[in-house]
């Protein structure tokens, strides 16, 4: 058994259990058959026997005859199988016809008047016989007739044969009715597991967010494992963020200190500390970005409300780019959703849409689209735009093209860790409304409940 | 102008307190969420800059008290924060500008102007009354052209009445948003900036409202009423 499904183990178990017992089952039916007819054949010829026995006589010579001729033709045809004969001491057997020239072997017996005895003789032409014999003494006479009477077993061979064809074909079709049964009862009784892996499926396409529900008894401990494992994950994630977000409070304070002393300065150092600050600063925002992200996209079950999160941050950039009364447009195409953690959506449109919002002069517009399983979100501006040799530049980590123009630069490579993270990606394009167009292909969910 | 920065860092505190002072504004401090709530909820500031992990109450809880008991003065968030659900949430809460850190002082003090410009409904950094004009990014003031020195206490009082032009300024109401909290405060010392900013810019430019307080208007805005 090869151990790889519990399937074929539970069905070749039983099928070689039911051809075990369906063959001992046949050997033991052709055992009682055979007993059975061959019982019948010796109380045939018990009563042939009898019959010999009522009708001998002895003639003058001393030998034995019979009075009455029996009824079966076959004692007259050579070699038939059906035999009779009658020893008497000193004289030549008396015998049917059909025993023609040959006698019957009988061996050397001394049996008492009326008992019964059962012999396998080589008869005529071969032929395996069993032979019935008698002894008797007639009143009339004073030596003993041993009276013998014998039928070819291979009468047997023919009602044997049919009988085990159909014992044959009916347990066979027995055998293949039960290996039926019990592959339907090993499919029924193996669903759950089918429905657990079809539950994990949904699981890792983000349509569930634990595995509990309805299980028997035998699946639900492992279902209840496996949710507290989930569970577990779910709090060291949760706490990994919070010990990334306690860092960068930490870490960027004293940045901010370091770096306002140097700019009230003009000295080499001060210059110094400025690069290096800077340095720092952009390390610190790249592998938090990462730290947060890499935690949050192993999570299974997560999803986000794509259209929702675009809303809520027109809205907070209207406000912070206020002055400027720059228009922010979402436009939603169905409902789509984002396979992932909503707060790492709104970190990758919230840097896309804030660049857009940066480099505009008057309009921003998100478009937003479910498309199969994929979710699209194009941000166009009406700003500037960017040269194609500089695209990929934009995209890579840590550059900042334009150290006077706040938050720019940056926000790009870190939209792009995080998609790249969840399986997407972000592409850089000439927009229609004259600036720069970013496409961003997300992880959707095809069918949202 | 008076600002509220409320911050727990000391050494950040300082810098920011000390930037603003150099920038023109009258400064208090708070370093922990409680004591940054008390003084917003009793003393009229133009602008706060509010730290979001504060001791004692945090930074949103005491922006949203604030926006519960009808306190409306405009709130820059300065905040190590720089998730965008974090802005959001900011923003949601009742704060108009949202900053992180580590920032450049220019920035901050750039949108600190612009928030209050915005809040006294102006829409350009420069502002003009009659022949003097104001220009908020640098602090500097001209009359008719000409470059005009004045100290940091007269620069405020110019500054505050300019944003309010038209509008009768009480004293005590100059004087809170001219002197920080801790400040020794004098009514005197305001009739005295009004005078010095009289003899440096005309007399005509700031009224006595009697019983009132100031007023300054452009000379071709008072020939109208």
Redesign the interface.
Known sequence: MTGRSLGTRLVAGAALWIALALLATGFILEALFRSHVESALEARLSAELNQIAGAVAIGSDGRPTLTRRLADPLFDRPYSGRYWQIDAKGVAPERSRSLWDTTLPLPADDLPDGALHRHRLTGPAGQDLLVLERGVTPTEAETRLRIAVAADLAELAEPLARFRWTLAMSLTVLGLGLVGAVLLQVHYGLQPLARLRSALAELRAGRRERLKGDWPAEVRPLVEDFDAVLDHSAQILERARTQA?NL??A???????L???A?AQADPLAETVRQQ?ASM?RHI?HHLARA?AAAAATRPGARADVAGIAH??A??LG??H??RGIAITVESDGMPLFRGD??DL??M???LMENACIWARMRVLVRLQAAGDRTLVVVDDDGPGLPSARRDEALARGTRFDESV?GSGLGLAIARDLAELYGGTIALADSPLGGLSARLDLPGLRNAP | MRILVVED?K??GR?LAQ?LTEAGYAVDRADDGEQGHFLGYTEPYDAVVLDL?LPRLDGLSVLKRWRGEGRDFPVLIL???????E??EG??AGA???L????????LLARLR?LIR?AKGHASAELACGPVRLDTRRGAVSLDGRPISLTAHELRVLSYLMHRQGEIVGQTELMEHVYGHDSERDSNTIEVFIGRLRRKLGPELIETVRGRGYRMRAPQARDGT
């Open positions: 977000g960068a409070h870490l960027k304070t004293p940045i901010s200190v770096a306002n002393e700019d600050v600063r925002d947060r809520q941050l809205r907070t406000k912070l206020q002055a909503p707060q709104m970190e449109l919230g840097n706040p | 860092d050494a950040l810098q930037s992990g905040t190590a924060r720089d998730r965008w659900h802005k959001v923003i949601d108009d500008d949202y992180t850190k580590p920032f450049r002082m220019e920035e612009a915005r």
